[in-house]
């Protein structure tokens, strides 16, 4: 367990985006077929899924005190989200029913290299806004976490204002915008995406993310796209898949190898990386020991299929940590 230490608030950590039961189906050895074709995969299973959610069942697994602010709908799909937060010691308190939206729901289809295709319904993320965020939540937890940026454009625009508000109350921030589904990565707006950077604390994209949030090319130096994101306000925490992670203040760049694994499943890896990144931080960790036990808490997610089965505990992290610096 983490040496939290804990104040006067009721929450350690207050999550706020998306969240969804995931069917995910794979490996798919080729492309996906049309043509009313059957294709057979290993396996196939239904579970939690949404940046923001697994992100929150992450922390909760470390051993912080976790409360979750979205919406969903009121339907079985619903009630499934409902209940797997609340069995992972998530506070549901405030995850909004909406009567006439129905609940988000991904399909993730896998491939055997790792990567994977996302089919979404979006549901009630186009209605998630700022009044599904209590307000009374922003002064009671020590963190507020953001996940989806580019799936939930009521709360993205509201988010400088909400962060702002946590940072009043004394709480710090961090954003995970996952991928932008339209492909444009419209950050120029000064009353949007900068405003957001602002007021954000820490960044965790991937690499892939992180370049696409600089505007630049696939090809360029991850140091780089950091960097400038960085100069725009956060501390940045760049995911890198097995190559490890990386951090940029605008100043330094800070480095950990990945941790070796033999990955079933990657989905959710990355908001179980940002999940061990806020744990170590509100746990009083440095930057390095910070993106080490994120790096492990990542890895150790794809020990089995879906974003949260395979969460580690905090000892789990450690061990996995001490394992890797006796390896060669």
């Known amino acids: 367990m983490p040496h939290i230490s804990y104040t006067s608030r009721t929450f350690d950590l207050l999550v706020v985006g998306d969240a969804n039961p995931d069917v995910v189906l794979g490996p798919l050895d080729g492309p996906l077929a049309f043509g009313q074709r059957e294709q057979l995969v290993d396996t196939g299973l239904l579970t939690l899924g949404g940046s923001a959610a697994i992100m929150a069942c992450g922390a909760a697994r470390l051993g912080l005190k976790v409360a979750f602010a979205g919406r969903v709908g009121d339907d079985e799909a619903g009630r499934f989200v409902t209940a797997a937060l609340t069995a992972r010691g998530v506070d549901t308190g405030a995850l909004r029913i909406d009567p006439d939206l129905s609940t988000p729901l991904s399909v ?14 979006s549901g009630t993320l186009s209605a998630t806004g700022p009044d599904d965020v209590p307000t009374q939540l922003l002064g009671d937890c020590r963190h507020v976490h953001a996940a989806s940026y580019f799936l939930l454009p009521r709360l993205a625009g509201a988010l400088p204002a909400l962060f702002r508000t946590a940072h009043e109350h004394g709480a710090t921030t961090s954003l995970d915008t996952n991928d932008d589904p339209a492909g444009k990565w419209d950050t120029g707006d000064p009353d949007g995406f900068a405003a957001v950077l602002a007021a954000t604390d820490v960044l965790l994209p991937n690499a892939r993310e992180a ?3 600089a505007g630049l090319p696939e090809d360029t130096s991850l140091d780089e796209a950091a960097r400038l994101l960085a100069l725009r306000g956060p501390l940045v925490a760049v995911k890198d898949g097995a190559d490890g992670a990386l951090a940029h203040d605008g100043r330094t760049v800070l480095r950990t190898r990945g941790i070796p694994a033999r990955p079933l499943d990657t989905v959710g890896a990355g908001d179980s990386f940002d999940a061990g990144f806020v744990a170590a931080v509100l746990a009083g960790r440095a930057t390095t020991g910070a993106l080490e036990l994120a790096s492990a808490c990542g890895a150790l997610s794809t020990r089995a299929f879906g974003g949260t089965p395979a969460q580690a505990t905090w000892d789990e992290a450690h061990d996995a940590l001490r394992g890797a610096a006796e390896s060669p």
């Open 108 to 121: 993730v289809v896998t491939r055997g290299d790792g990567d994977r295709a996302i089919l979404t319904a």
């Open 211 to 213: 370049r696409a949030l």
